[in-house]
């Protein structure tokens, strides 16, 4: 047992995923969930990971030992200053926010004294939502980061850690801005451009939906995966990390533009020395255990 008592506050993929592995290893004696939707907190009731379901942040944090945010970051200010007055004297406060950055200027300020704040980041999801989507093995062999402050307890941190890795994970710290400028590269610029394919493909009116829908090679299969992930959360990742975002889609675009080159002249040493550079970086994923080299070309069975 790590912490006695657990407000999850947003009740979709990461928080239910949180909830199921804590109760699977006994890392919390009760759980409390809330989210600001009634039919989600239905649902909640009815899949049965919590202990207690509650209509408002404020009652969920009631004599909690840890409080999970787990909301869109745009809804981070609202939800820290409405949860502030009701936290209790040396309770940690974390997130699961996809960028840092913006959550602390968001949630830091609110802070009561003797509250302890390490805000996080699970590098694990679907591209699936909501409060049925959560499964216990979410983040095994996953990795967590923790961006605490200078000033931050070190005790609060440490037992923090102690839950992530009893939930399956590995946990590394990070600096906020490096975290934000980390994720860009390799979280929130690929999922821009996911997006962009999958538009392209809509727009492209000499290709029909029937033949996009039909055809669809395992390339442009992940981009329609990746590119169904809930568009509020990336509205507002996007909007919350602008500047590291866009000096990697900048340099992105130099190395399109060096790619649009080397195909209109020709030079195929170009383009095989690339791709056999970007071929190393997947073996290098496969050998750190964070994918499988298992084909199964959308025939295997995935949440």
């Known amino acids: 047992m790590i912490y006695q008592r657990v407000a999850l506050i947003g009740l ?18 009760h759980i409390t969930g809330t989210s600001r939707s009634s039919e989600t907190r239905a649902i909640a009731r009815e899949v049965g990971f919590c202990d207690d379901i509650v209509e408002t942040a404020g009652e969920a944090v009631r004599d909690a030992d840890l409080v999970v945010l787990a909301v869109p970051v745009g809804a981070m200010d609202a939800v820290a200053r409405e949860i502030a007055p009701k936290l209790k004297p040396g309770a940690t406060v974390t997130d699961v926010g996809s960028v840092k ?4 200027e968001a949630v830091a300020p609110h802070m009561p004294d003797g509250v302890h704040f390490v805000p ?16 216990a093995e979410l983040f095994e062999n996953r990795w967590t980061i923790l961006t605490p402050g200078e000033d931050t307890d070190q005790a609060a941190t440490d037992t923090l850690r102690r839950l992530w890795t009893g939930m399956g ?11 934000d400028l980390v994720l860009a590269v390799t979280s929130h610029c690929p999922h821009l ?5 999958v538009g392209v ?5 000499r290709v029909t939906d029937s033949e996009v829908i039909k055809y669809s090679a395992a390339g442009f299969r992940d981009f329609t995966r990746i590119a169904a992930s809930d568009p509020t959360m990336w509205r507002d990742v996007f ?3 602008k500047e590291a975002t866009l000096e990697i889609l900048g340099r992105f675009t130099e190395e399109l533009f060096a790619l649009q080159r080397a195909i209109r002249t020709g030079d195929g040493d170009h383009l095989h020395d690339y791709f056999t550079r970007t071929r190393a970086i997947r073996r290098g994923i496969i050998e750190a255990g964070q994918d499988t080299d298992a084909p199964n070309f959308g025939r295997g069975t995935t949440r």
């Open 12 to 29: 979709g993929l990461i928080a239910s995923s949180m909830a199921h592995a804590m109760r699977r290893d006994g890392l919390a004696a």
């Open 101 to 104: 950055r913006a959550v602390i």
């Open 120 to 135: 996080g980041h699970p590098l694990a999801g679907t591209e699936h939502s909501g409060p049925r989507s959560g499964f």
């Open 169 to 179: 994970a590995f946990v590394d710290d990070m600096d906020a801005d490096h975290h």
């Open 193 to 197: 451009i996911a997006y962009t394919m």
């Open 201 to 205: 493909a809509d727009d492209l009116r």
């Open 239 to 241: 909007l919350s990390n």
